[in-house]
């Protein structure tokens, strides 16, 4: 089993930056692909980010490239995703998610998942 406790949201204004992080333990793995998945009120649950275990590569949905970047720190076990400007839309609950397989969209086929944290841009 692997868990994860992401932490860092808050409410920020438009325009401006948050860092999010996600701490794993358990049967962790450096190998294990990891994901940024968020969730609007009333909306389904997306893609945002995700990072490769094995290269590192990285992928964003179109809404959010430019504006965030994905990254890991495999000694402390750790997953970043750092949002710059930051717009109203991006408000959303976000969830960390890892996976044994490789780089992929779909939440559905994410193994394990964080409890959330709430992202909240004003205008």
């Known amino acids: 089993q692997v868990q994860l406790v992401e932490s860092g949201g808050g409410l920020v204004q438009a325009g401006g930056s948050l860092r999010l992080s996600c701490a794993a333990s358990g049967r962790t793995s450096s190998s294990y692909t990891m994901g940024w998945f968020r969730q609007p009120p009333g909306k389904e649950r997306g893609f945002v980010a995700g990072i490769s275990g094995s290269s590192g590569t990285t992928f964003y949905a179109d809404s959010v490239k430019g504006r965030f970047t994905i990254s890991r720190d495999n000694a402390k076990n750790t997953v970043y995703l750092q949002m710059n400007s930051l717009k109203p839309e991006d408000t959303a609950v976000y969830y960390c998610?890892?996976?044994?397989?490789?780089?992929?969209?779909?939440?559905?086929?994410?193994?394990?998942w964080g409890q959330g944290t709430q992202v909240t841009v004003s205008s």
């Open positions: 998610a890892a996976r044994s397989g490789g780089l992929i969209t779909p939440y559905i086929l994410y193994d394990y």
